[in-house]
Structures are given as C-alpha cells and as structure tokens.
C-alpha cells in the first residue's frame, strides 16, 4: 500500500480534535508498538480508536487477525481498503468503544492494543481492568496515553502519582511502562507527551470481591488529603476493618500498599465467582 501519509490526504482526512485523535505516521515506530505484545502471528487483536490505520497496519504486518472499532465514519473507506490489501484479516465495527463488550465480540483468548482517544482511555482502561471473572479474556493490553495518566498506572505507594488506577492495575496484574512517546510523532503535536503502559495478568489474590476493592479505592483517594477514618467511614465495616488488620486510620490513602488495599477488601466483602484459567 502507499505511505499512510500519502493515503490519509488523498481520502482527505484530518485529526478530529472532538474525537481526541492524534495520528502517527512513522511506520517504523509503529512496527515497535505492534511488537510489544510478543509473536501476534495468527493471534486476534482488538484495538480501539484506529483512526486512519497506522497501528492497524503494523498489527496486520505482524500478522495478527484485527477487530478494530471505529467511531469515525470518514475512516471507514480507508480502512476498508486497508482490509482488502491484507487478506480480510481486519474487521471493522463502526460504533463507540464505550458501547461494546470487546469479550463478547471477539469470544476467545485476545489482546489489546490500541493508540486510545485521551478522552475515553481511562474509562476503557478501567473497564478491562474489572471483569467479571478472572483471569481475563484478553491476554494483554498495550495502551497509548498521555505519559502523566501512564505514571499514574505504575506508580509505588507513598508517591504523588499513587492513586486509584495504580490500585486497580497492580492488585492482579503487571503494568510497566514499555515506551515513551514525543508528541512530535504526532500530527498534530498535541500538548502533552506520551507513554505506552503493557499490561499482562497476574494471579488473583484469593478472597477478593473486586468490585469492593474498586469502590475502597474510589473512596479513599476521592479524598485523598483526609485520613481513611474520614474517607472511608461510608462504607460499612470499613474503619473497623482498619483496626483489625492493624491498618492505622489516620493515614491517608496515598500511604496504603496494594496489599493492604486487597486485605482490606478482603475483610470488607465476599469474593465473586471467577473463571478457572484454562
């Protein structure tokens, strides 16, 4: 196929500021994305947000079978043409990521890689972080996001960067930051740098309701000045389990390890029936 450059100004396109889209066009950089999973030979990928294609190109390169939901319909010609050229390994789903359930779609073992719209990434993030069973369908998650929220994912306890994504993405599974990003790779630049997070996952703690620990979470660091007898006095039995396991109430949540946060929800709530690995 012709350079993707050359491909997005003959369909006319331009980055939809409304649509948080940032495109990359340096293949070779997008051929180190794409590699980042490991061997996507034969392997199925979902991948949101693809824009015109760039990293969809890589991930077929790769020879990975690609499910790509896309929201743009000034997109969908070219990435139809995209599908054509490799063989009708890509699927595209025109709809909001937001709206799909990526298990259901893709209904075996998958992973994802996605360059995910600022405006949405979180909450996606989020989401794939919170099935209902475990472990996850997907295999793993590599995730383009501004390099503050990334920094946010990885960081240790104690740090200004320790919060509730940090929680979330360390109790059963391993985060890292696999690259950083310069917003110069980025038509347009946009006004902060970027950062790839790989995420694979971990082995469950056993006893955990995950939807507690998601709600201590929430609470604690919504509030995250005041100390956990005031942040968390709303949920019940939890400043009395603070006691118990010797958890001190008068720190404050930036101070709490992972494994504290999962002994305390724990104690706070019974653990949901959950999928054995295969």
Not at 133 to 145: E, G, I, N, V, Y
Request: proline letters at 8%; aromatic letters at 6%; glycine letters at 8%.
């Amino acid at each position: 196929m012709p350079p993707l450059r050359e491909t997005v100004r003959a369909h006319g396109l331009s980055a939809s500021k409304a649509l948080g889209q940032n495109f990359l066009f340096d293949e070779q950089l997008l051929d180190r994305i794409a590699a980042l999973p490991g061997d996507l030979d034969g392997q199925t990928v979902f991948e949101v947000g693809p824009g015109p294609g760039g990293l969809t190109r890589a991930l077929l390169r790769a020879g990975a079978n690609v499910i790509a939901v896309e929201r743009d319909d000034r997109c969908l010609p070219l990435l139809g043409e995209l599908g054509e050229a490799f063989d009708g390994r890509l699927t595209v789903i025109p709809d909001d990521a937001m709206a799909i359930d990526a298990d259901a779609l893709v209904g075996g073992p998958y992973h994802i890689v996605a360059n995910l719209p600022y405006n949405v990434g979180t909450a996606l993030f989020t989401r794939w972080l919170e099935p209902k069973s475990w472990p996850p369908l997907w295999k793993s998650l590599t995730l383009m996001f501004q390099q503050e929220v990334a920094e946010r994912i990885v960081a240790p306890v104690g740090t200004s960067a320790y919060g509730r994504l940090a929680v979330l993405a360390q109790w059963r599974s391993t985060p890292k930051i696999a690259m950083k990003v310069h917003r110069s790779a980025f038509t347009p630049p946009p006004k902060v740098m970027s950062a790839i997070v790989h995420v694979t996952p971990a082995a469950e703690p056993e006893g955990v309701n995950p939807r507690v620990l998601s709600k201590l979470a929430e609470k604690g660091f919504g509030q995250r000045r005041k100390m956990l007898r005031q942040s968390l006095k709303g949920m019940a039995g939890a400043v009395e389990a603070l006691e118990t396991l010797g958890i001190d109430p008068t720190r404050r949540a930036e101070t709490v390890s992972v494994a504290e946060w999962v002994a305390l929800a724990r104690a706070l709530g019974e653990p949901m029936t959950g999928r054995s690995p295969a």
